[in-house]
């Protein structure tokens, strides 16, 4: 089955593991608010910030994250938005009106797509390079649009989105399992956010064998989740 991203569970995560209460969102008047990360939202013992080496995307993604995901202390929607210079960060549940999301639906040097793995989704895995290069017609630039929140979630913010829902949808079989593992997925095949982007960068990528390219810009955006992940199972017992 194709699959993809956003996704999460809330309830697993509680159950199964220990994760850091959520300061930056408790009173503002108390003293931890202070040690709080105003650009990764975590808390500063968490802070991120010094992993990220963004970089300029292709394609370009404009990530739409449900307000609830937007709080939670692992939602990996904001850290992609910090790696990749790019992107636009939205959030939100109804989109249909966004002025923002209108001009970019619109934008004539655009072609943009939805990261969604609905039964009439264009599998990437599935394509040849040369038929994954010939998806963007010439002299525009692919823009894809990337749902981060539950499947809950997510399936409404596509029901209250027709904007959204209009776009061609675009999926991928994940090479291997979510590394995930402080937020329990619904199916295996299921992705965070971060990766799911970090698997459509290399799907688009120029095709180049790993032996030549030791080091590419999207390896960031696994390397700062995957730290992150490291970081918290420390405190899980
Ligand atoms: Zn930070």
Not at 13 to 30: G, R
Request: charged share 25%.
């Amino acid at each position: 089955m194709a699959l993809i991203a956003p996704v999460s569970s809330r309830k697993g995560s509680a159950k199964n593991t220990l994760i850091a209460p959520d300061i930056c969102q408790k009173s503002l008047a108390t003293p931890e608010y202070r040690l709080c990360c105003f650009r990764c939202r975590r808390p500063r013992s968490g802070c991120y910030c010094a992993l990220v080496a963004p970089f300029e995307s292709a394609p370009r993604f404009i990530i739409l994250t449900q307000p609830r995901e937007a709080k939670h202390s692992f939602g990996t929607g904001r850290m992609t938005h910090l790696c990749l210079k790019n992107s636009l960060l939205v959030e939100g549940v109804d989109f249909s009106r966004d002025e923002r999301i209108g001009r970019e639906i619109d934008n004539p040097r655009s072609f943009p797509v939805l990261l969604y793995p609905r039964a009439d989704a264009l599998n990437l895995s599935r394509l040849t390079p040369a038929q994954r290069t010939a998806l963007t017609p010439p002299e525009r630039q692919l823009v894809v649009f990337v749902l981060d929140g539950t499947w809950k979630s997510v399936r409404k913010m596509i029901r209250l989105s027709e904007n959204l829902a209009r776009l061609p949808p675009i999926s991928f079989d994940p090479p291997a399992p979510s590394s995930y593992r402080i937020r329990r997925q619904p199916k295996s095949y299921c992705y965070s956010t971060i990766e799911a982007v970090h698997q459509v960068i290399e799907l688009l990528a120029p095709d180049c064998p790993a032996e030549r390219r030791p080091f590419v810009p999207q390896d960031n955006l696994l390397a700062v989740f995957q730290s992150v992940v490291e970081r918290q199972l420390t405190f899980t017992p």
